[in-house]
C-alpha cells in the first residue's frame, strides 16, 4: 500500500490511467447521449488524457510544479468536446491543490480531488446534475470521507472515492430524464470513474483489463433530428478577460464552454452557424486550433455501427492525419479514422498507434499528410501488433485527399496501394498562410504577416491578399499540367465578399476546372486548395 507519490510517480500513474481509460473508449461512447446525440465521449476524453500524457513526456517529472503544470496546461491544448473540456478543468484544479507540494499524501489526494470538483463546476455556465459533474462531486466526497475515517493509504482514498463515485453514477438517470429515456448512466461520468479506477490500478500494479463487448449504442433510443454542430476552438495570444469571450458567444447555441490559461483560450459550442462563431472569437486572438462535428452526421454514423455490431470488418481501414474541420469531415465521408494533427502541431507516434488500434480491420493504411509525421506513422505501423500496416508517405493534406478518393475498404491493400500512391502523385496542393518572420527563400522575399503561397510544401510566391496569392498559385499550376478539379478549403476569417470575388475570378479565368469549395481549412491558413 502506497502512503506517498513522488512527482515522477504521479507522471507515471498519470500515463498508465491513460492506458486503462483507452480500454473503455468505445465503452463510453456507446453510452453517450448528454445533452443531445453526440456520441464521442470516450474519444474526447481519451484525447484530452493524451495530450496530458504528451506534455507529461517532455517535462521534468522530478518536480511536482512542473508535474501539475504539464497535468493542467496538457489537458487544456488537448481538450476536446464538452466532456474533454470539463475534464481538463478537473484536472486543472487537482493540479492548483498539488502544484507546491513535494509529494501526494492521502489527505492532498483528497484534497485535490475536492479542488478538482469545484473547478469543473466553475467552468460551466449552467452546471447540470446527473453528469460528470455530479459524480467528481460525490468522488471528492467519497475521498474526503475516507481519509476522515482515517484512511493510511492513496489506494483506500480511492476506493473510497470510486465507491461513492458509483453510487452517484446509478442515479444520474433520476436526475437526467434524457439518460432515463435510454437505460444508461452519464457517459462522462462513466469515464470519469475509469480513469480513477486507472490510478488505482497503477498503485496496485494490476494489469489492464480487456475491452468490454459493446451490446448497445444509448443513441439507438433517438430518433435523428438536425443536431446542429459541436465546435471548438482553440486560440492563443488572448488579452481580452473570458468573460467578454463567453458573452461574444452566448448567442450562438448552448453547451458552451469558454476556458483558459497562460493567454490560450479553449471553446465548445453547439450551434447552427460554427463559421459566424469561428469569425466572431477570432477577433480575440490567433486561431490555432478549431473542430467542427456534424452531430446529425455522427449520429447517424452511430446508428449504422449499432446495426453493424456483430459484422465482419471489410479487409482495409483508413487512418489520416489532418485538421480543419472541413477537411476533417471530408477525409471522414471517404471513410477514414482521423488523427488530429498537422503542421506546427504533430501527432505522437501514440496517438496514430492508437488510431490504428481502434479500427477492426485486419489491414490499415496510414496517410500522414505532413512530412514531419511520416517518421511517426512509420514507426507506429511497426508498433501495431496483430495488423498488417502500410504507410503512403503523402506529404500535404491535397496529396492526402487525392488519395483518399481512391480508398475502397472491401478491396485487399495489395490492390488499394498502387492504386492511392499514383492519386497521391498526380494531386498538387497549393496552401495560402502568413509569413512568420521576414526571410528571403529560393529567390521569393516576404515581410512578417506577408500572405504567402506554398505549392506541395515549398514557398513559390508572395502577394498582397490571400486571394491574390491562391488566383496566382492556381495559374502557375495550370499552366504546367493538366488538372480537372480544383477544390478550396477557406478558413474562418476569409470574408464571404473575398471568397466570391476570388471564385468568380477562378472561374471566368479556368472555365474548364470543375470548381468546389468547402468552409473549414486547415488552422493557421486563409486556403488550401487541391488540383487534381
Not at 502512503?3 to 473503455?24: G, H, I, M, Q
Request: glycine share 10%; proline share 5%.
Amino acid at each position: 500500500m502506497a502512503n506517498s507519490l513522488s512527482p515522477a510517480e504521479l507522471a507515471k500513474a498519470f500515463r498508465y490511467a491513460t492506458d486503462w481509460f483507452a480500454v473503455y473508449v468505445e465503452e463510453v461512447n456507446a453510452l453517450n447521449v448528454y445533452p443531445v446525440p453526440d456520441g464521442d465521449t470516450g474519444t474526447n476524453m481519451h484525447l484530452t488524457l493524451q495530450s496530458v500524457r504528451r506534455e507529461l513526456d517532455l517535462t521534468d517529472t522530478s518536480k511536482m510544479g512542473e508535474v501539475a503544470r504539464a497535468i493542467s496546461y496538457g489537458s487544456l491544448l488537448g481538450a476536446r468536446g464538452n466532456s474533454g473540456v470539463i475534464t481538463s478543468q478537473i484536472l486543472k484544479g487537482f493540479a492548483e491543490c498539488i502544484k507546491d507540494a513535494a509529494s501526494i499524501s492521502p489527505t492532498l489526494l483528497a484534497q485535490a480531488l475536492e479542488e478538482g470538483s469545484r473547478m469543473g463546476y466553475r467552468a460551466v455556465m449552467k452546471p447540470v446534475e446527473g453528469t460528470i459533474l455530479t459524480v467528481s462531486r460525490a468522488v471528492a466526497e467519497g475521498a474526503r470521507e475516507a481519509v476522515e475515517k482515517g484512511a493510511a493509504s492513496l489506494e483506500e482514498v480511492l476506493q473510497g472515492a470510486l465507491q461513492r463515485g458509483r453510487e452517484a453514477s446509478l442515479r444520474t438517470p433520476e436526475l437526467l430524464p434524457v439518460l432515463k429515456q435510454a437505460g444508461v448512466v452519464d457517459a462522462g461520468g462513466v469515464g470519469l470513474l475509469h480513469f480513477i479506477e486507472g490510478l488505482e490500478g497503477y498503485l496496485e500494479g494490476l494489469p489492464l483489463p480487456e475491452p468490454p463487448k459493446i451490446e448497445r449504442y444509448a443513441q439507438t433510443a433517438f430518433e435523428e433530428e438536425d443536431f446542429g454542430y459541436c465546435t471548438e476552438f482553440l486560440m492563443e495570444g488572448v488579452a481580452e478577460p473570458i468573460e467578454k469571450i463567453r458573452e461574444a458567444v452566448l448567442s450562438f447555441g448552448d453547451s458552451l464552454l469558454v476556458v483558459g490559461a497562460e493567454g490560450y483560450v479553449k471553446g465548445h459550442i453547439h450551434t447552427n452557424d460554427p463559421d459566424g462563431l469561428l469569425a466572431t472569437v477570432a477577433r480575440y486572438g490567433r486561431m490555432i486550433r478549431t473542430k467542427v462535428e456534424d452531430m446529425s452526421q455522427q449520429h447517424t454514423e452511430i446508428l449504422s455501427m449499432a446495426g453493424a455490431a456483430d459484422e465482419a470488418p471489410p479487409p482495409t481501414g483508413l487512418v489520416v492525419v489532418a485538421n480543419g474541420w472541413g477537411l476533417v469531415k471530408a477525409f471522414r465521408g471517404f471513410g477514414a479514422r482521423v488523427v488530429a494533427g498537422g503542421q506546427t502541431a504533430n501527432p505522437s507516434v501514440q496517438d496514430i498507434l492508437d488510431a490504428i488500434r481502434s479500427l477492426p480491420n485486419p489491414e490499415v493504411i496510414v496517410l500522414p499528410n505532413n512530412s514531419n509525421v511520416i517518421m511517426s506513422a512509420q514507426q507506429a505501423a511497426s508498433l501495431a501488433e496483430g495488423k498488417t500496416v502500410h504507410v503512403i508517405p503523402t506529404r500535404t493534406m491535397g496529396q492526402g485527399l487525392a488519395a483518399s478518393v481512391t480508398y475502397q475498404p472491401d478491396l485487399p491493400s495489395s490492390e488499394l496501394l498502387p492504386v492511392m500512391e499514383e492519386a497521391s502523385k498526380r494531386a498538387a496542393t497549393l496552401e495560402v498562410t502568413r509569413a512568420s518572420r521576414s526571410v528571403e527563400i529560393g529567390g521569393v522575399s516576404v515581410t512578417e504577416g506577408q500572405p504567402i503561397g506554398l505549392r506541395d510544401d515549398k514557398l513559390v510566391l508572395a502577394a498582397d491578399s490571400p486571394e491574390e496569392v491562391l488566383f496566382k498559385l492556381v495559374s502557375l499550376a495550370v499552366q504546367e499540367n493538366e488538372y480537372e478539379i480544383l477544390t478550396i478549403f477557406h478558413g474562418a476569417t476569409v470574408s464571404k465578399e473575398a471568397l466570391d470575388a476570388l471564385t468568380e475570378r477562378i472561374t471566368q479565368a479556368f472555365p474548364d476546372l470543375s470548381l468546389e469549395v468547402h468552409p473549414g481549412g486547415p488552422d493557421l491558413y486563409d486556403y488550401l486548395a487541391v488540383l487534381e
